[in-house]
């Protein structure tokens, strides 16, 4: 955040300041507005609890590293109430691949009062000429439709799955298979399962091995003695599995080897490895378009809310990258 914070839309937010009603009851002229932080992070982390908990999404938003690149690393503001207390915040910055995004948080007590209006103008107003383009890391049914009002449309939605571990099916290994943990011997096939398995998912971005290998094993959390590549007694790989931490990050069967429960079983597997390293629940993010959501909820997943992104369906804006 550079220190020299004008209102983006000085109009916008000091006519909210000379006109005590707008908003249905003012709630934007009553917060106090100053641009985000390294202080902020602990207030910052109580609001992303706040909304998680109430509408859940990726956990990992509340971490100091999410909301450090979200609301820190570019340009942010931040609302608070007359007791001081973080109501709301935006962030616009750029995404690992350099593009400029915004996201944005409001407390679920202060919602539907005008504070999303004016953060989308402010977002808009600093994406510097680009499609804006929205990282929502929980989302709500309201702010689905809110989007979509203001001219956004979802781009990438994924649910949030999460087991509790209390009790985890027992899903046997189909017969004819071996599983093998990751190694430098083995990341080869990992590569292998991934490209054959997900080659029919649509968008298959059909990673380089060097790549896909280093993206799995640079992950802090990422478990290679626990991730599994299953191959047959011809030597064929029939799927894989890669867990980080407490989540199952990426699971795979090849066509030939669909429907014979060994997703189920490479999925089961790793939740009974994850309670005995102590985990109390498993999570995973699964497309809202992929039928494996049914196999995860067979399995005693449950939805923890949704993560999505958002672009601005006027393209005639966009002028950088
Ligand atoms: C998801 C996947 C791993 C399931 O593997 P699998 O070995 O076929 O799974 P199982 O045999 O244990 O279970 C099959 C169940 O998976 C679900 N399923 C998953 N993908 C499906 C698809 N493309 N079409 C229909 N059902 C699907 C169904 O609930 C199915 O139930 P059924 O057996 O009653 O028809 C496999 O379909 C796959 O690799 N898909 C492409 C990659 C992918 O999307 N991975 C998951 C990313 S989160």
């Known amino acids: 955040m550079d220190g020299a914070w004008q209102p983006a839309s000085p109009a916008a937010l000091s006519e909210g300041a000379r006109n005590p009603a707008r908003g249905r009851d003012g709630a934007v002229a009553r917060l106090s507005w100053q641009p985000l932080h390294d202080d902020d992070l602990p207030a910052l982390t109580d609001l992303a609890l706040c909304c998680l908990e109430r509408d859940g999404g990726l956990p990992l938003l509340a971490t100091e590293p999410m909301l450090r690149q979200l ?6 503001i931040g609302g608070r109430d007359e007791t001081g207390e973080l109501i709301t ?24 009062q005008g504070i999303a209006e004016e953060l989308i ?25 809110f989007f979509a009002d203001n001219g956004l449309s979802r781009t990438f939605a994924e649910h949030v799955m999460r087991h509790p571990l209390q009790e985890i099916p027992r899903v046997p290994r189909p017969k004819g298979v071996q599983t093998y943990p990751w190694t430098e011997d083995t990341q080869r096939l990992f590569h292998t399962a991934y490209r054959r398995s997900f080659a029919t998912r649509p968008g298959f971005p059909d990673t380089p091995e060097a790549a896909w290998v280093s993206s799995t094993a640079e992950d ?46 490479l999925v089961a597997r790793s939740l009974r490895v994850m309670a005995r390293s102590g985990w109390s629940e498993g999570w995973l993010a699964v497309n809202v378009d992929n039928p ?27 002028r950088s990258p």
């Open 71 to 76: 609301f820190l690393a570019g340009q942010s």
């Open 89 to 112: 915040a935006a962030g616009v910055f750029l995404d690992r691949s350099g593009r400029r995004s915004a996201s944005a948080l409001i407390h679920p007590s202060t919602r539907s």
């Open 121 to 145: 103008k402010w977002c808009r107003e600093h994406s510097r000429g680009s499609r804006l383009r929205i990282v929502a890391e929980t989302t709500s049914p309201e702010s689905e439709r």
């Open 220 to 265: 802090d959390g990422f478990r290679p003695d626990q991730s599994r590549v299953a191959v047959d007694r011809l030597g064929h790989v029939a799927g894989f599995v890669t867990i980080s931490d407490n989540w199952v990050d990426q699971v795979g069967v090849v066509p030939r080897w669909r429907g014979h429960g060994l997703g189920a079983h």
């Open 292 to 318: 494996a959501h049914d196999l995860y909820l067979r399995l005693g997943y449950r939805d923890a809310g949704m993560r999505a992104r958002y672009e601005d369906i006027d393209h005639r804006l966009d």
